[in-house]
């Protein structure tokens, strides 16, 4: 089993002594692979710009006009600068042209508030900000005066032009880093060449528990030791990326999901990134540029199983055929699985040759009807990844039936993508992997999850005591999850330590944050939210029983009170229960959700509460549901309200 993790001695010796910064990469990638493709895309979206396609040699001329240009204006080595854009060819090569200027791109979700945008270009002391679109110019124009640090908006579009000096579009800055070029070359071979190991080259945001931001410091260091420590894991478990290979690019580049396993994975080994039109078109997509890997979260692997199973309803003579060969399906299925419960499910498998004869005819029938299937994800598909929240056993069974590789992994933004991965040579359902990509990984006494290795990030940026409670005394990040380690070396999340929640879409979204906006409610009195692993927020919300009471008896509205429960708590007489009239009246819910909208309009789209149930018991540490310190027991709840919970969904 020893080929099932990470070696340390190579960790210790590839990770430590032969690296080389993010850019190098870029650049080696250029001069061994001129004439290949490095990006595609729609050039209707982009102006016509260079018919929709550049090779490395195009792609390497555009990032150094982009770096002069920065350049030009003063750009000091390690200064930061905003990067907020939906996924594009122009954030790649702004990516890369600020890390040649030894400077640290500061990513940014365009979804986000201007208050949540103000405070990462605060926090970060952004003089400059790459926006995508003149839309998200007038966003951040307006309000510029709120950000004294932010000097000049570079808007990513061929299209823009303006005598405004607060902004400049690329165009212009291209030709103005041409310009400066001629006679200042050996000035930026000096900065591209200079840049460190140690220098920070990315800084990303991610939600803390009280839901402001913090951002993740990675150095070329973290993100080099991750990529070598693909290339090593990779190549031994038949999953090496080469110039052959073509990634689809759709999730937002500001996430390191998508961002080192796609954009920074394909640039470190030579293959070609096409980028999706937009998410909706991503099936499409895949017609188009036919990819041999992509990223997904599990929520677009759940869409295409119902689309699916929504089409064969449709016509009951498929849905028959495709019953029968499902059938047939997962007969063959269990000769790619192991004594272990792993399923090899590379490309090169030879799953034929190890049926039986019968069994072998039948499932050449069944799978012609797979092929039609797979053919949906384009003609050269080898695998795709899925991370950023758990994926259904039964949904990785479905399409590994179908002959299509999904691959579950773990990581996070702090560990610069994925640190624990499946083998396509040996996929687990249910579990997130092995040791992989270069890091260790161990399991606390009290079942957290710590890595250490290849990818750990430097720290949160101007949070000092974060950071150091972020790590064990010997240097190990301590990840906030609880899991569980099987005798294969595979492991399993249990549950969160602490209370985030994270989305089937990818999205962290912090209860406390959600929890202290109600605080000051006449209206609520508890609250508790679902969403892991779900496409949205819902909540079980618990009334101000006395608050209603009240309320009520001013309107003279009848209600049962036989059904009134009172408690001591707190050497306070409170009702405790009511009847189901009483949560159930018009008054009482409108009250509610009027609570609910004023919420949301403070929250992000992704924190919305979407749904929610109003309960007539009250939470209490009579009943269990809240401990002796008065924190609600998340176990007691999901098991105590399990159907009510399942309703909302």
């Known amino acids: ?43 209707e979206l982009y102006h016509g710009d260079n018919n929709g396609r550049f090779t490395y040699t195009e792609m ?55 208050g949540e945008v103000a405070h990462i270009l605060s926090d970060s002391d952004c003089r400059y900000l790459f926006v995508d679109s003149s839309e998200n110019l007038e966003r951040i124009l307006p309000r510029m005066g709120e950000l004294p640090a932010l000097k000049r908006i570079i ?16 165009w212009d800055l291209m030709e103005q880093g041409r310009q400066w070029k001629k006679s200042n070359r050996p000035a930026f071979e000096e900065r591209r060449d200079g840049v460190a190991l140690k220098d920070w080259y990315t800084i990303l ?52 999901f998508e961002r080192g396993s796609c954009e920074l994975l394909a640039i470190s080994q030579g293959a070609c990134i096409a980028y999706a039109d937009k998410p909706a078109t991503l099936l499409d997509d895949m017609q ?63 799953l034929e040759g190890r049926l039986p004869p019968m069994l072998k005819l039948q499932y050449r029938l069944a799978d012609r009807l797979f092929a039609q299937v797979r053919a949906l994800f384009g003609s050269r598909f080898r695998f795709a990844f899925s991370a950023s929240a758990g994926i259904s056993p039964d949904l990785l069974l479905f399409y590994y039936t179908l002959g299509l590789a999904v691959v579950e992994g773990y990581g996070s ?4 993508s994925a640190c ?57 990040f301590k990840t906030g999850d609880v899991v569980e380690k099987d005798d294969y070396g595979y492991y399993r999340i249990l549950d969160r330590k602490k209370a985030i929640i994270c989305t089937a879409v990818g999205k962290n979204v912090a209860p406390a944050k959600l929890e202290s906006l109600f605080a000051l409610s006449h209206a609520v009195e508890q609250v508790f939210f679902i969403g892991d692993e779900r496409n949205y927020i819902s909540a079980l919300i ?49 009250l509610i959700e009027r609570e609910v909208a004023m919420v949301n309009r403070q929250l992000e789209d992704f924190e919305r509460i979407r749904r929610f149930t109003i309960l007539r018991q009250r939470f209490t540490e009579e009943n269990g549901r809240l401990t002796p310190t008065q924190k609600i027991r998340k176990s007691a709840i999901i098991k105590d309200f399990k159907d009510v919970i399942e309703a909302m969904y």
């Open 205 to 256: 945001y991610t939600s803390g528990t009280t839901g402001r931001g913090k951002g993740v410091v990675l150095t070329h260091w973290c993100v080099s030791s991750r990529l070598e420590g693909v290339r090593e894991f990779f190549s031994r478990h038949g999953m090496a990326i080469d110039e052959n290979d073509v990634t689809l690019c759709y999730l937002p580049l500001s996430h390191i």
């Open 1 to 43: 089993m020893d080929n099932l993790r990470a070696p340390e001695e190579y960790i210790v010796k590839e990770h430590t002594q032969n690296l080389r910064p993010v850019t190098a990469y870029f650049y080696q990638t250029c001069d061994s692979f001129p004439s290949r493709p490095a990006q595609r895309y729609n050039a």
């Open 413 to 416: 933004t702090e560990s610069a």
């Open 420 to 476: 624990i991965l499946n083998p396509i040579t040996a996929c687990k359902p249910g579990y997130m992997g092995i040791e992989a990509n270069g890091s260790l990984a161990r399991v606390a006494g009290d079942g957290e999850l710590e890595i250490s290795g290849a990818g750990v990030f430097q720290g949160y940026l101007n949070l000092e005591d974060e950071t150091r409670d972020s790590f064990t005394e010997d240097g190990w």
């Open 288 to 350: 188009k540029y036919n990819p041999t890997w992509i990223n997904c979260v599990p929520r677009l692997y759940e869409k295409i199983y119902v689309s699916f199973q929504k089409k064969m309803a449709e016509n009951p003579v498929k849905k028959a055929l495709f019953d029968l060969a499902f059938h047939v399906g997962r007969k063959a299925l269990d000769y790619r699985r192991d004594h272990r419960g792993c399923y090899n499910m590379s490309p090169g498998y030879d």
């Open 542 to 590: 618990v009334p101000n029983f006395g608050y209603f009471i009240d309320f009520f008896e001013q309107e003279r509205i009848p209600y049962n009170k036989g059904a009134l429960k009172h408690s001591e708590i707190g050497g306070m007489r409170v009702c405790t229960e009511v009847g189901e009239d009483f949560v159930q009246h018009p008054r009482l819910r409108e």
């Open 155 to 170: 808007v990513m579009d061929f299209g823009y032009r303006t005598r405004d000096e607060r902004t400049i579009g690329l």
């Open 60 to 114: 390497r001329s555009r990032v150094e006009d982009i770096a002069c240009g920065l350049l030009s204006m003063g750009l000091s080595r390690q200064e930061r600068i905003g990067l907020m854009s939906r996924p594009s060819p122009y954030w790649t090569q702004a990516d890369i042209a600020i890390a040649s200027c030894a400077a640290v791109s500061v990513t940014i979700y365009p979804t986000l508030s201007f």
